[in-house]
Structure formats: structure tokens, C-alpha cells
């Protein structure tokens, strides 16, 4: 199963990199605004397009799956990197000096 999820997740990749970069960016019709165009530059462009609706689903999808493959690669692999240091290599364990009393050190001041 997790071998078909990859192969999924890697063609999700690669559709939606390529939907976003066939799309046409919103600062597009900037220039033409200040030449009299009737086309709004930072309002609602109109109905929703065939590529934006598609990008919301493979997007959707990428997500799903990057969960999926977290969830399925997570189980069961709890790992620390401090799983192989004993307690006397630690170094808060490596204290010379005894640590004052607190009415000693009011004391000196």
C-alpha cells in the first residue's frame, strides 16, 4: 500500500507544479489597468477557471497524502538522539562543586 501512495504522491507533485505555473498570475492585468482596461486589478476576477478548481483538488490531495505517508512512516518509530548517551556522560551530571545554600549566599552579600 505505501508503495502505491508514494507513486501518488510524487504524480500529485509534479501535476501541481505544473498547474500553478500554467496558470496566469493576478499582477498580470496590472499594466493594462492604468491603459483604460475594464478588468479590476486587486478585485474578484470573475468566475472561478477550470485550472483554479483543478489546482484546489490536486492541492487538497498533495495534502492528504503528505499526511498519509506521515501517519504510515511515523508508527511505531519513536527515536531520541540522546537514546545512546548514559547519565554520567550528560553534562549536567558532571558538577564539581556543590551548589550554594541560598542563605549563604544572602550571608556574603
Do not use: N, W
Not at 3 to 9: K, Q
Not at 15 to 30: C, D, E, N, R, S
Not at 72 to 80: C, N, Q, V, Y
Request: proline share 4%.
Amino acid at each position: 500500500m505505501t508503495p502505491i501512495i508514494i507513486i501518488l504522491h510524487v504524480c500529485v507533485c509534479v501535476a501541481l507544479i505544473l498547474i500553478v505555473l500554467l496558470q496566469k498570475g493576478k499582477g498580470a492585468g496590472m499594466g493594462a489597468a492604468f491603459g483604460g482596461s475594464s478588468q479590476t486589478v486587486f478585485g474578484s476576477a470573475g468566475a472561478t477557471t477550470f485550472l483554479h478548481k483543478v489546482t484546489t483538488i490536486v492541492a487538497v490531495v498533495f495534502m492528504l497524502t503528505s499526511l498519509g505517508l506521515s501517519l504510515l512512516f511515523g508508527r511505531g518509530s519513536t527515536s531520541s538522539i540522546m537514546e545512546d548517551v548514559t547519565p554520567s556522560q550528560a553534562p549536567a551530571a558532571q558538577t564539581t562543586a556543590a551548589p550554594a545554600q541560598s542563605g549563604e549566599t544572602q550571608e556574603k552579600k
